[in-house]
């Protein structure tokens, strides 16, 4: 049976801060203004025009009634409705819709997750019947994150992400639907509590209608996606819309595990659907048709993770990596992946901080000067004609160490001595690290400024001196799923190659599909393979750590290869440092 909650007004207010425009008063009239807007965004907003759609016999979507879509599901003798909107106000306009098409009464309600735009109308779809909440097991737990310790930050960063706030006129769209409702009052949300919960996978059938429920999170740890088995309808949830993926959140979020999402679209391309009803932008028909545009979107996931981690393992910084990470231009081009939403730089960084924190790996960066006294101490270098040179060696003369450091970063990207400028930095770091109190301080300056005078170098690993016994005893998987993130994109944006792995002595089996620039590794055997490689998982291991040759290997009859062997060593060299 379900829990109805109708939110007070002071709890509409806490519930409601995390994404909605709740204030604690009357908004102001504003006058309105004319800002020019991007021509592809403004051209965007025709995909949230204000309709309900059917989709196929039984399956409707309401678009363009709010930030996310509703989606009813008729049955014999009632409807399903997954995603509520996120405001009363917006559900009792979808739900007359739906009432138009139908006057079943609701016998279940599915949230995808827990964000308010899909959960806070629930109470209006409820309040006529005892419908079933279903929904992953961690979902009420996300709900009741809403009041949290940080939620004053996050609703002031979530109205600037939203534009709430604006004056008429400011708000093109936002991304990934018309407009995120403003909701204040008694009567502005309702929750109805998920009374039924899974873990990966739950399977029933409410009124007639046979549903399969899949946990893949993605956009939230708590996402999951519907799959109507008999109509080949595959309801994702926010794991996927028409827009390059909220991989990051500037209204501020925990890391969200890409490498997770990816997968999850795996799950749904598994499902071969004819129908996607996304709970953001329009609906798509066409197995064919949809295929290609997940794959386009999981292997974007993908890219940005394996090549940002790419670069991380060459000791770049965030700032450097984002220079590099661009979409190959099939993804770029997609209209499916315009960053309307979430932004390809901004998933860098993301990815960036979710392995290895804020430290960007600068030694500079460690104790910087306040933002204060950086810019008066910037403004004044401006005014004096000092050259940059001659204010780094201005700095160390005047035991400004910081300072000097802070310069010499800046020396080091314009000057055509490149040489001097990294000695005159060296100089810096290592005077700051005979000041510092923290061992793991000093020895970083230190290590640092001797690599930039050559005093010191840090080989790289090579992990043919790893010992054999180690070698062997590390999961044959865990080697195959790190493949990707050493592939060199640029030089494989032409390459389709699907390579099968076979090993016998465990009784494992991995496929990697070269796309395009992502590498996608699977545990199965997939079909129309180019290449199957059979082998021991042991030798296997020496290759990938080259200890062996795989052409020696081949020569001496330890790898058993189905297909061409260059086009093995081919394959194989582009995971490899060039």
């Not at 901004?346 to 990815?351: I, K, L």
């Amino acid at each position: 049976m379900t829990s109805l909650i109708k939110l007070s007004s002071v709890a509409t207010v806490l519930a409601a801060s995390l994404f909605l425009g709740a204030c604690d008063d009357t908004p102001k009239q504003k006058t309105p203004v004319r800002v020019d807007a991007n021509a592809e965004l403004s051209a965007h907003s025709e995909e949230f025009r204000k309709e309900v759609i059917k989709v196929t016999d039984g399956i409707y979507v309401a678009v363009g009634f709010g930030l996310a879509n509703s989606i009813m599901l008729e049955g014999d003798d009632g409807i399903v409705i997954v995603d509520t909107m996120e405001s009363n106000a917006g559900a009792r306009a979808v739900k007359a819709e739906f009432e138009k098409i139908t006057d079943k009464p609701v016998k279940a309600i599915v949230f995808t997750h827990n964000h308010t735009d899909h959960i806070f109308g629930s109470g209006v779809f409820a309040e006529d019947d005892t419908p079933d909440v279903y929904a992953h097991e961690t979902t009420n737990h996300y709900i009741d994150r809403v009041v949290n310790i940080i939620q004053p930050a996050i609703y002031k960063r979530s109205m600037r992400q939203f534009g709430n706030h604006l004056p008429p006129g400011g708000v093109i769209n936002d991304g990934i639907g018309p407009f995120l409702a403003n909701v204040v009052g008694e009567d502005a949300l309702s929750l109805a509590r998920p009374t039924i919960t899974f873990d990966k996978v739950l399977k029933t059938e409410v009124a007639g209608i046979k549903m399969e429920l899949y946990h893949a999170p993605g956009e939230t740890a708590d996402q999951l996606f519907v799959w109507l088995p008999e109509k080949k309808v595959l309801l994702p949830g926010d794991n996927f819309y028409k827009a390059f993926p909220n991989l990051y959140a500037i209204r501020g979020t925990s890391y969200r595990d890409v490498l997770e999402w990816s997968k999850s679209l795996d799950m749904m391309r598994d499902m071969k659907p004819d129908f996607l009803v996304p709970s953001h932008s329009r609906p798509l028909s066409g197995a064919e048709k949809i295929d290609g545009i997940l794959t386009d979107y999981r292997d974007a996931i993908q890219f940005i993770h394996d090549q940002t981690v790419r670069w991380i393992n060459k000791d770049l910084g965030p700032d450097e990596i984002v220079e590099r990470v661009k979409l190959p231009d099939h993804l770029a081009n997609s209209p499916y992946l315009k960053e309307f939403y979430g932004m390809v730089d901004w998933s860098v960084r993301s990815v960036f901080t979710g392995y290895l924190g804020w430290f960007s790996g600068n030694a500079t960066e460690l104790h910087p000067l306040p933002k204060g006294e950086r810019a008066t101490r910037m403004a004044k270098l401006a005014s004096s004609g000092t050259s940059l040179l001659d204010a780094t060696k201005q700095a160390l003369g005047d035991k400004d160490y910081q300072w000097a450091a802070e310069l010499s970063d800046n020396l080091i990207l314009v000057s055509e001595n490149k040489e001097e400028a990294k000695g005159l930095k060296a100089q810096a770091l290592k005077a700051l690290a005979e000041t510092q109190i923290s061992a793991n301080g000093r020895n970083y300056y230190l290590t640092r400024s001797y690599e930039l005078d050559g005093t010191v170098s840090i080989p790289p690993i090579d992990p043919s001196k790893s010992p054999i016994k180690i070698l062997h005893s590390l999961p044959v998987g865990n080697m195959m799923r790190a493949m990707p993130v050493n592939l060199r994109a640029e030089d494989a944006l032409d390459e389709n190659v699907v390579v099968a792995f076979t090993f016998p002595d465990i009784n494992e089996n991995y496929t990697i599909h070269l796309r395009r620039g992502v590498a996608e590794v699977r545990e199965t055997l997939m079909e129309n393979a180019d290449i199957t490689v059979t082998v021991n998982s042991l030798i296997w291991k020496e290759i990938l750590s080259k200890r062996r040759n795989p052409a020696v290997a081949y020569a001496g009859g330890d790898i058993d290869v189905d297909g061409s062997l260059i086009d093995l060593v081919n394959f194989l060299k582009l995971f490899q440092p060039s």
